[in-house]
């Protein structure tokens, strides 16, 4: 037999970007966070944790004027055109930022299954424990504490329907709102896992893929 030429192609389901976060940005991110800890009126006016589906210790909103002076929003923006023009779509011309927050999750806390708003999320890590702690069965191939999982459609011959993302400093992920996912809980540590997230909207002609063309 003459040997084969396969090509396999993924035309099915929503693309997902990974985005480096540069070493100053978490710098920034962390420092702003650190010091809205410290202030206690600051940290409780910026408690975002009553409308969002979390059960973690804290989570806390990124005021607008730290977006944009940080280099945050821009950062988002960029990242964002990026994926939806290499994903094979018109290049944006609008980034709109809804919201951004940090959830700050501890030993036990966990995400339950959920979705955002807007046209486009996605989640980065500041801080992550040293050790997440083991498996309660050692049988168990796989851990997933602490890990985030993302969530689409149903499992089906040659289509997963889950995608498991450990955590590392500095990773970013980027995916369309709707797009379920949750956040395990972890043990055996007092240490932070540290995350940020967004919400925005971009062009409603190129999110709305029902909208008639002409």
């Given amino acids: 037999m003459e040997k084969l030429d396969i090509q396999i192609a993924k035309p099915f389901g929503p693309t997902i970007a990974k985005v480096k976060i540069p070493e100053d940005m978490i710098l920034k991110l962390n420092n702003y966070i650190d010091d809205t ?18 059960q973690v210790t804290q989570e806390l909103i990124l005021d607008n004027k730290f977006c944009e002076s940080s280099g945050w929003l821009k950062f988002l923006g960029i990242c964002v055109g990026n994926w939806i023009k290499l994903s094979g779509l018109p290049q944006i011309t609008k980034f709109k930022l809804i919201n951004s927050w940090a959830v700050r999750q501890f030993k036990g806390d966990y995400n339950p299954t959920h979705w955002h708003n807007g046209h486009i999320s996605g989640v980065g890590y500041l801080k992550v424990p040293k050790d997440l702690g083991n498996k309660s069965q050692e049988g168990k191939k796989n ?72």
């Fill in 37 to 54: 800890i410290k202030d206690q009126k600051k940290s409780k006016s910026q408690d975002h944790g009553n409308t969002l589906a979390g």
């Fill in 143 to 214: 851990n997933p504490n602490g890990q985030l999982e993302l969530i689409h459609g149903t499992k089906q011959f040659l289509s997963q329907s889950t995608f498991m993302i450990k955590p590392k400093v500095g990773e970013f992920y980027f995916f369309p709102n709707y797009m379920m996912h949750t956040v395990y809980p972890f043990k055996e540590t007092d240490e932070e896992r540290r995350s940020v997230s967004f919400n925005a909207y971009v062009d409603d002609h190129i999110y709305n893929v029902y909208a008639e063309k002409v």
